[in-house]
């Protein structure tokens, strides 16, 4: 068994704080009181460790989940899993849920009046191999409308929940598209104050791998806590 | 070469769909000593509605070498890492889980660890999830507990599951996120 990792601290702005009012949702729900700072604890440097049965083996693509093919523009997501000294992080399992190509989620609060897709569930699960690759097959998510100000639409996004190694490492996050124009608009996306890591979460096209008469190609690169160097190592 | 970890979204209204099909309402638990305990509450807002869109995950350890490697245990697909379980709110709020006590111990540092489990907190309007911890009333330990010295003694409740009058087993524990009962969330 690996040590279990004593992480580095979070950089001041490259995460999102817990208010953010534009976005209108966090002002009831965020935190008001200081965060107490734990010490580095076992409960935290450890987490769960999910197996390759947790995984069917076509979870990776969102397009072969119902008899037919969905409508859409279909994609290939892939990219790397790296910890904050750049080592890939093996084996972690990464979830992911989207809208269809109308902009439709399936599910019964997603009161937008635009078309189900039978053939798209729009769920999916990878976990990344030795180099710390993971691969999805989907269609590209449409842009949807929501109340949070006057004529607020979602910019077209992916969301990716990673268990890494150690429960500290944890992400939930959202992939969005390159050159989209809701992007400037968007309080979610913008609630990052860090330009640097808020530019990150958008994919970039990936000539590479996109598939001849098939389907475009995006990368999208993920970067999770990691342990706190030792002078070893630097 | 040192790379700035990636941003955290919100979760967002619809998780379920990509959630849910880890949901559990029973954490499975190497240890074989342990009463197994359910553990219920609400989560309220800042207005002191319920919050029926949130996701919680709950993670003990046990002892760290009983932690299967991965593809260790030949399990069904269905199965969930021991000392993990991810429940969601229903539309009251509520949520429910079981799951065996865990024991006290003492970290690599010599400090005194009481029965404890870790929950992420994860919900539409939350940018980050946050982190928390369930110890439970009544508990010796808790006097002794490292993580407990850290919480101003009048806060120190939010985060004890209590026992209802006449139930041992079902352990009551509502996370507040805001107010004169804010529950103490952590950060590491």
Known sequence: MVEPPIFRKVVTGTQPNYLHPEYRSSVKRAPTRPLIVLPPTLSERTGPVFGQHTVGASDHDLTVQHAREPLG?????????????GKPVQGALIEVWQANAAGRYKHKMDQHQAPLDPNFSGFGRVLTDAEGRYRLVSIKPGAYPWRNHANAWRPA?????????????????????????????????????DERAKQRLISTFDWENTLPEFA???????VLRGREATPMEE | MSRLPTASQTVGPFFSIGLSALCRESIECA?????????????LDGDGEPVPDAVLEIWQIEDVAKQPEPGERNIERASLPFGFGRVATNESGEFQFSTKKPAARRDVDGAVHAPHLVVLVLMRGLLRHLLTRIYFAGEPANAEDSVLK???????????????????DTLLWN??????????????
């Open chain 2, 175 to 188: 996370i507040h996120l805001q107010g004169q009962r804010e529950t103490v969330f952590f950060e590491a």
């Open chain 1, 157 to 193: 996004h992916i969301h990716f929940s990673i268990f890494g190694a150690g429960l500290l490492s944890r992400l939930v996050t959202q992939m969005y598209f390159p050159g989209d124009p809701l992007l400037a608009y968007d309080p979610i996306f913008n609630c990052i104050p």
């Open chain 2, 31 to 43: 240890a074989e000593e342990g009463r197994r305990v359910t553990i219920r509450g609400r989560i």
């Open chain 1, 216 to 222: 475009l190609g995006y990368r999208f690169d993920i």
């Open chain 2, 150 to 168: 850290l919480v101003p003694a009048e806060r120190r409740q939010t985060l004890l599951a209590m026992a209802p009058s006449g139930s041992e």
């Open chain 1, 73 to 85: 523009e279909r994609i290939v997501v892939s990219g790397r899993l790296l910890d904050e000294g």
